[in-house]
């Protein structure tokens, strides 16, 4: 790890993960890296798990507050949360061992905008970071540590922890370095400046993270590949939600709302993003940008083909194949990918000032438009808002896209009234299934609930949709949007009670 860790004093500070982890104590609030299963770190949290199951043995339970960029992988979320190690999680999660305890209520856990998170931990509302236990791909002689694969809340643990932990990965590629870009201009209000972006490749920063030496009191070698889950293949509902949206943008730019080369693009990870990314790759759109929060690998493709000429985004979202690619060809990769603090990659600001078009799925939409991303049936956790929220208030364009039946029909992912909200109607203006797309913007709630039956509903479920609307249209309260207020939850119900929504 010579080649690694290039500066003395660090060198001198080198352990086993074992060591490490005794390092940190029972109660302390410990911020990870890691984002999407990138860059997180692959041996101290097992270390960890191993103490606290060796606590619970002898009668002495210990549990620490663990803080993320957003989800990770089994070796860290899933580990802890086996051992009932983690007090409190935040801010986005997706190990189903940790959705298990959280949704069992034995698990604290508060959802939180991506963008939000930095803010929130410089103001203290979680209380004092005490460790930071952060991946990173090097050190250089001078002590400047080369981030990972993802940045993440990296930027903001190094600087708020009293004590830091780094792992030094050799199997990230070393051509990372000079890919990243930690912006140090950020401050609280009232000394908040704008932050200086006006192009997705514009670079404001500078390519490492910087932490105190006398902070760091452990340096740990791995060599161990970031999780790397393979997408659903593409399918016939997904191409379909593609070609939706690819008809959209073409008629957004003949109707000269979008130049020919688009905006940049936001898109959220799933085989359904990554359908609309391979419908880009074919289409007519070039020199296209991307400003989002990982770069997967429909996004790689579009880089590769020439057609996406920069993309910035805080984290990779990869298969094995194509991380495979992307290692083989980093030093190429260098000056098309920009990786950037998550408050950066998120900017409510910037997202704005740039006219992102963002995509995102979702759990469910109802008849007006308001969004639920996050909850099965109302009170069931799925993973969390992440950075859809940060984009979506803010996009020049915010889509949402889902399949229209869920659970081989049993769900209508078209609800009269969706069961819990995250993205009000205020926030959407396009929704797509297979079925259609339907374009809210400029419409009454009414004739938004008209459009959205008519374009997204599956045909099965429609006729139930449109006698919801008739029926409300007819009795309720208000007419402005009008709902049957014992019945708009009556589907959700019924699932509960029955396993489908089918009457």
């Excluded at 984002?35 to 002898?58: D, I, N, S, W």
């Excluded at 007006?368 to 109302?378: E, P, Q, V, W």
Aim: with cysteine; proline share 6%; hydrophobic share 40%.
């Amino acid at each position: 790890m010579t080649g690694r860790i290039r500066n003395r004093e660090l060198a001198a500070k080198v352990m086993d993960a074992d060591a490490a982890a005794s390092l940190i104590s029972s109660g302390d609030n410990v911020g990870m890296s890691g984002f999407t299963g990138a860059g997180y770190p692959k041996e101290v949290p097992g270390a960890l798990a191993k103490r606290v199951a060796m606590a619970e043995e002898r009668g002495d339970p210990m549990k620490v507050g663990l803080w993320t960029g957003a989800s990770t992988a089994p070796e860290l979320d899933g580990a802890l949360a086996e051992v009932e190690g983690i007090e409190m999680r935040l801010p986005y999660q997706s190990d189903p061992v940790t959705r298990a305890k959280i949704n069992d209520g034995r698990m604290d856990y508060t959802d939180i905008h991506l963008s939000h998170v930095a803010q929130r931990v410089w103001q203290g509302v979680f209380g004092e970071l005490d460790v930071a236990v952060v991946e990173v791909s090097g050190v250089t002689e001078e002590g400047r540590l080369i981030p990972s694969s993802s940045v993440g809340n990296n930027k903001t643990w190094l600087e708020q922890a009293d004590r830091v932990i780094l792992e030094v990965n050799a199997w990230q590629s070393e051509h990372l370095e000079g890919m990243h870009d930690v912006y140090y201009g950020t401050a609280l209000p009232p000394r908040r400046m704008p932050v200086p972006i006006t192009r997705p490749e514009d670079r404001i920063g500078v390519p490492y993270l910087e932490c105190p030496a006398e902070k760091i009191i452990a340096v740990v070698p791995t060599e161990a590949p970031d999780r790397n889950s393979a997408f659903s293949p593409v399918d016939g509902t997904s191409q379909r939600i593609a070609g939706h949206v690819l008809d959209f943008f073409d008629s957004e730019v003949r109707a000269g709302r979008l130049p020919g080369e688009l905006l940049p693009l936001q898109s959220g990870v799933g085989n359904v993003a990554n359908a609309v990314l391979a419908g880009l790759r074919d289409g007519p759109f070039d020199g296209m940008t991307a400003y989002t929060e990982v770069i997967q690998d429909g996004m790689l493709d579009l880089i590769e083909s020439g057609k996406l000429r920069m993309a910035s985004a805080t984290a990779f979202s990869l298969s094995s194949a194509a991380v495979d690619r992307f290692n083989r060809n980093a030093a190429d990769f260098r000056d098309r990918i920009i990786l950037r603090p998550q408050e950066i990659s998120n900017h409510p600001e910037v997202v704005r000032r740039l006219g992102c078009l963002a995509m995102n799925g979702i759990v469910e939409a109802d008849l007006y438009g308001n969004i639920n991303s996050t909850h099965l049936m109302g009170s069931r956790i799925q993973n969390g808002i992440g950075g859809s929220g940060d984009f979506a208030r803010n996009a020049h364009v915010s889509i949402f896209v889902t399949p229209s039946v869920a659970k081989g029909g049993a769900i209508s992912t078209i609800v009269p009234m969706v069961s819990h909200v995250d993205h009000t109607e205020h926030d959407v203006d396009v929704i797509v299934t297979e079925q259609g797309l339907a374009d809210l913007r400029g419409l009454s709630p009414r004739r938004r609930a008209e459009l959205v039956i008519d374009r997204c509903a599956h045909p099965d479920f429609r006729p139930m949709l449109r006698d919801y609307l008739e029926r409300a249209t007819e009795s309720a309260y208000g007419k402005h949007t009008p709902h049957l207020l014992g019945e708009a939850l009556s589907w959700h119900q019924r699932f509960v009670e029955s396993g489908t929504m089918r009457p």
